[in-house]
């Protein structure tokens, strides 16, 4: 089974400086792992994902996450908050190339001050 | 670009009605999920389907029915609407394990 755990239901940053969101999961086997933001009053896109391969992922906006199989984890960074990153965050897993179902965290919600 | 629209953003439905949320896909995609997204708890499967004609349980089936007669088409019943089930819900397609999602429909319960 899965299971992945969003540190921090809520971040606030100021625009410009680092965004950091943390993501940390359990599985039974190497998982694949997700990313995905949701703007108000819309659906997820993903915005990047871990399968194989470099453990350091880009994704859109500028946002990268790196998986650390020995800390089980795959944090979310961005060098510099821009208004418009305002939005919940979601980290999801789903056990490697056997899987369609994703296990989801708890969500983020980052805010960012002007 | 994949799509995923859901019949409603908003519902507004009175306890014991039954409501049918309807999702479209249009990427010839197999499986179908549908979700219920609560503040703090995250994403929690309904329902998911495999194929046309099949479905399986997620975590959270009680209260709800599914129906997926043609491939596109992948439709959430609440037999019979309770309070406790005003909820955003989405619905998502994938190929493997990449799931893409609509908008979501707001279902309030009075």
């Known amino acids: 089974a899965q299971s992945v755990t969003q540190l921090g239901s809520h971040v606030s940053v100021s625009e410009g400086a680092l965004v950091l969101l943390r993501c940390n999961y359990s599985?039974?086997?190497?998982?694949?792992l997700f990313w995905y933001v949701q703007y108000p009053n819309q659906g997820l896109q993903l915005l990047l994902k871990?399968?194989?391969?470099?453990?350091l992922v880009k994704g859109i906006n500028g946002f990268e996450a790196e998986f650390k199989k020995s800390e089980t984890s795959f944090h979310l960074t961005k060098p510099s908050a821009h208004m418009s990153d305002a939005a919940e965050y979601f980290c999801a897993v789903t056990p490697g190339n056997a899987g369609n179902m994703l296990t989801f965290g708890g969500g983020t919600r980052l805010m960012v001050k002007p | 670009d994949v799509k995923v629209t859901q019949s409603s953003r908003y519902l507004v439905k009175r306890t014991g009605e039954k409501v049918f949320l309807e999702c479209v896909q249009d990427m010839d995609h197999e499986n179908m999920f549908w979700y219920r997204q609560d503040p703090g708890l995250g994403l929690r499967l309904i329902y998911f389907s495999y194929d046309v004609k099949m479905k399986e349980k997620g975590d959270i089936p009680e209260g709800y029915s599914v129906s997926r007669e043609k491939k596109e088409r992948f439709s959430l019943i609440l037999e019979s609407a309770s309070t406790n089930q005003t909820s955003m819900y989405l619905c998502a397609s994938s190929v493997k394990y990449e799931q893409y999602f609509g908008p979501g429909t707001r279902l309030t319960v009075t």
């Open positions: 871990y399968t194989t391969g470099a453990t």
């Open positions: 599985s039974s086997v190497p998982p694949y």
